[in-house]
């Protein structure tokens, strides 16, 4: 019954000591075999794209839930593999490294340090952005990746154990690389850019109502942002980023939103925030980050209080299941 809320827990406090692996990451080489078979299956079309994303996300959710089969009576292989699973598949610290980096070289003032920076954060053009422009594509990527990278392992996990995060950060993996709209992956890279906001649903809505309830910690308003939740959270274009950066815009009341540059691809996004927010500064970057770090805590509690609360409903339908078969397992003993 705590196998699953030990393993979050474990996994969760493990990126906050070490961050993410230096050597070795499994999902660096789960990268590595994506891009290679995309460069064998690519077609401009969904059902190739389909095909590609299922056989993926479907293997490594399927390794990583034999090994935790094949661990069973094994309470401390368990729980090494568990949380091995839970840690890689997060990146919390990671994420909340690259932004203070961010912000401190934007206090010195040096703007091609900071642009260098950027694509560690965001993958958007870096070379003609100011220094507001940088703060908010710093704040934007840390509301979005706190669903991305921390509550959507973490509940994935409370819901379908370890092989539930790999099935989590395959699918989110995979729309990092193919989901973006290209010429090259506006089709193929539709299902996986599908899949992954399905399972983000959920989180982003959990990791929006946290950082809601949490706004204080970085000296904000919970009515506030609120209000902007619900008023501009729908109006980005992605069902779920847009929620998370609502929530952060209002919370630290500064604007978000507004032209963004990729490649040779130009968004215009609606502005978010209280009557549009005020320009972020750095010292808003790190507020950012004290929101997403206290998220991340609030989601490996509620996480592992909600995996808890499940084994113990499994067990009970177990105890159940098993207490109205035995009168006719008797019945059949006595027949026979």
Known sequence: MFEIPAVLVLGWLTDRAAGDPVRC?????????????EARVWRPCRWAGTVYAGALVGAAGAVTALAWRLTGGRPLGRLALGSAVVWTALGGRSLERAALDLAATLERGDLPAARALLPTLAGRDPTALGATELCRAGIESVAENTADAVTGPLLWGALAGPGGVAVYRAANTLD???GHRSERYER??????RLDDL?????ARLAAG???????VAEGDPVRAWTVLRRDGSLHPSPNAGRLEAAFAGALGVGLGGVNVYGSRVEARPRMGADAGREPVPEDLRRAVRLSRATGWASCAVCAALAFAL??????SVALSTKSSSPWRATAGRRA
């Open 199 to 203: 399972l983000t649903w959920p989180a």
């Open 188 to 193: 193929f890279g539709w299902a996986a850019a």
């Open 210 to 216: 946290l950082a809601v309830l949490l706004a204080p």
């Open 176 to 178: 990092a690389m193919v």
């Open 25 to 37: 990451h499994p999902v660096a080489g789960f990268g590595r075999l994506a891009g290679g078979l």
């Open 311 to 316: 084994a113990k409903v499994r067990r009970k």
